[in-house]
Every structure is written in C-alpha cells, then in structure tokens.
C-alpha cells in the first residue's frame, strides 16, 4: 500500500493549510478522514471475501480428494470380491421361478431385483394390458 512517512505527512498538512486556510482545513481532514475509513472498510470486505473463496475452494478440494478415496477403496473392495469368487465369474443369477399353468393371480407379480445374465435388472411389468 501507500507508504507515508511522518515527514510526508507534515508537508503535506502544510500545504493543505496554506491552500485550504484555517477555516476550511477541519472540515477537509474530516472528510478525508471519512474517505480513508471507507476504503478501508471495503479493502477489509473485499480481502475476508476472498479468504472465504478460498476456504470454500479448499474443502471443495478436500471433498474431491475423500471421493476419489472412497472410489479407490470401493474399487479394491470389488478386486478383493472378484477374487473370492470361484473363476472369478459374476454370482449367479437367482433360479427364475417356475411356470405355472395356473392363471395369473389377481395382484401383480412381484419386483425381483435378481439381475440376470447381462447384468440388467428385471422391471415390473404391468398387468393391465397397455393401460
């Protein structure tokens, strides 16, 4: 910022009191008073806002860093899985239940959440013909 020393400072009183005269000098010293408070209230804002940006920023980063562990151990934790099964091969899917002559009951059939062979997970279906 701006350096001013006592001797700076005097000079310039000094000019302000010939240029300004006795009379208008208080008011002139007030008024840059004032002034002078309030670029430093808005340094003072304008510094703790950037202090705020740069906490968000920090547990933004922190959060980033904790997610990409998490991955990083769901991923071993999947490894570790893989390698337990027999051949390392997908568990095998649920048996699927066995026909029935019978009609269908008068309550829809229930969700399974068994994937099958591909992986996709078997929906509702509705029973009330394309309603």
């Known amino acids: 910022m701006i350096e ?12 302000a009191l010939i240029v300004l005269g006795p009379e208008k000098l208080p008011h002139a010293a007030r008024t840059a008073g004032a002034l002078l ?22 547990i933004r980063r922190q959060a980033k860093e904790a997610a990409d562990r998490a991955h990083a151990a769901q991923a071993e934790l999947d490894e570790t899985l893989r390698k337990m099964r027999p051949n390392g091969d997908a568990p095998a899917p649920a048996p699927a239940p066995a026909a029935v002559s019978e ?6 059939p229930a969700v399974t959440h068994a994937a099958d062979a591909s992986g996709a997970v078997p929906t509702k279906e509705s029973s009330h013909g394309g309603a």
């Open 4 to 15: 001013i020393s006592f001797g700076k400072l005097v000079l310039l009183a000094l000019i």
């Open 103 to 108: 009609p269908a009951p008068a309550e829809p």
């Open 37 to 58: 408070r309030r670029v430093r209230t808005g340094w003072d804002s304008v510094r703790a806002e950037v202090e705020r940006e740069l906490q968000v920023e920090e």
